[in-house]
Every structure is written in structure tokens, then in C-alpha cells.
């Protein structure tokens, strides 16, 4: 399993476990201690594999996962970005 590979099996799951996470992408390479282009790698894949979103300020979060702070963000009228 390459480094791209095995990052992404990590940081998926602890997406999993923690739903609201929301990090950057030097956030997550720290957090992981990962090289800064395997992180952005992996994140990008989840990306692509819709598993995350990027914001449009740079942080990755879990797609499709709603908490009732975001849900109040969103009716406050922040329209359809997070």
C-alpha cells in the first residue's frame, strides 16, 4: 500500500469517527504528521471521491454530515456553501 494510499484509509476514518472535523490542510498534516504533498494527495482523492468537501476557505469537512450548529449556520442564510 503506498503512503498516498495508507493516508487516505487514515484520514478517512477518523472523518468517520469524528464527523464535524474540520481542518486545513497543513491542520491535517500536522495532526497526522504526514508530508504535506501525501496529505494534500489523500484529502484531494476523498475530495474527488465526494467522501469530503473543501470550504471555501480551505478546510476539509465530511460531506453529507449535518450538526445542529451547521444546520443553524445554513438557515441564517449562509446559502448552500459551509
Known amino acids: 500500500m503506498s503512503e498516498v494510499e495508507q493516508a487516505l484509509t487514515r484520514i478517512e476514518a477518523e472523518y468517520r469517527e469524528m ?20 496529505c494534500e494527495a489523500a484529502l484531494n482523492a476523498l475530495v474527488t471521491a465526494r ?26 442564510g449562509a446559502g448552500a456553501l459551509i
Do not use: I, M
Open 51 to 76: 467522501f469530503l468537501c473543501r470550504t471555501h476557505d480551505g478546510a476539509y469537512l465530511r460531506r453529507g454530515v449535518s450538526s445542529p450548529a451547521r444546520a443553524g449556520h445554513r438557515a441564517r
Open 19 to 38: 464527523p464535524d472535523l474540520r481542518l486545513t490542510v497543513w491542520q491535517a498534516h500536522r495532526l497526522w504528521n504526514l508530508e504535506s504533498d501525501v
